[in-house]
């Protein structure tokens, strides 16, 4: 039997999103930057043969046309933090008989193959850390568990304390998201998506971006 996940993306408000990458681009243009960089990432998400919805679980008018337009389904934001979108996307929207997965909004060299190869390895609660080991990209339930969410700080030793199973892969699309200015320059070392990309273009950051795997 073929699995079909729930995908579940929490989205600030663009004006307070992404903090630690103020400065990156003209703050003028950084809630640009992040909604390209959530779109990005949808778009990889929807295009995955695993994933059979898309939930963005959101209170920013913004974010909720452009993804959308994507083809994900909206829910609003219960206003809790982080990790209370993330429970309310997945257990209370997509549902606990459901296959889910809750990723961030900063992948924006995400591939869709990527996130096929890991959602197919998960057998229990399991998360996938990100690129520096510390942080979380992406945690996954199958139906009956709870997501049981740990995001912030030093997740992926919480998620892992919590009793949620390491994934091991390389993904590196999967596994960079985007705090700071450094982690952006990583992100066209891989290629990052069209709308992250033409933006940078755009602003004379980039001359070119590798092309998408």
């Known amino acids: 039997m073929v699995r079909k996940w729930t995908a579940v993306i929490p989205v600030k408000r663009l004006d307070a999103a992404k903090t630690r990458l103020r400065g990156a681009v003209p703050s003028d243009r950084h809630p640009e930057l992040a909604l390209a960089m959530v779109r990005d990432t949808a778009t ?17 008018p913004a974010v ?18 982080l990790n209370a979108a993330m429970r309310y996307g997945a257990d209370d929207v997509a549902g606990p008989s459901a296959y889910r997965a809750v990723l961030a909004g ?25 690129a520096a080991g510390i942080g979380t990209v992406l945690l996954a339930v199958p139906p009956g568990a709870a997501l049981d969410p740990r995001f912030g700080g030093p997740s992926a030793a919480a998620h892992a304390s919590s009793g949620a199973a390491r994934l091991i892969g390389e993904w590196p699309g999967l596994r960079q998201d985007v705090d700071t200015a450094a982690d ?4 066209l070392t ?11 273009r755009d602003l004379g950051l980039t001359a070119e971006c590798a092309p998408a795997a």
């Open 44 to 60: 990889a998400v929807l295009a995955s043969s695993a994933v059979a919805e898309l939930v963005v679980v959101t209170d920013d």
């Open 106 to 130: 900063d992948l924006p060299a995400l591939r869709p193959e990527d996130l096929d190869e890991a959602l197919g390895r998960v057998s229990g609660r399991s998360f996938v850390p990100d």
């Open 184 to 187: 952006l320059a990583t992100v």
């Open 64 to 81: 909720g046309a452009a993804v959308r337009e994507l083809g994900a389904r909206l829910a609003p934001d219960p206003g809790a933090g």
């Open 190 to 200: 891989l290629g990052a998506g069209r709308r992250t990309c033409e933006l940078l």
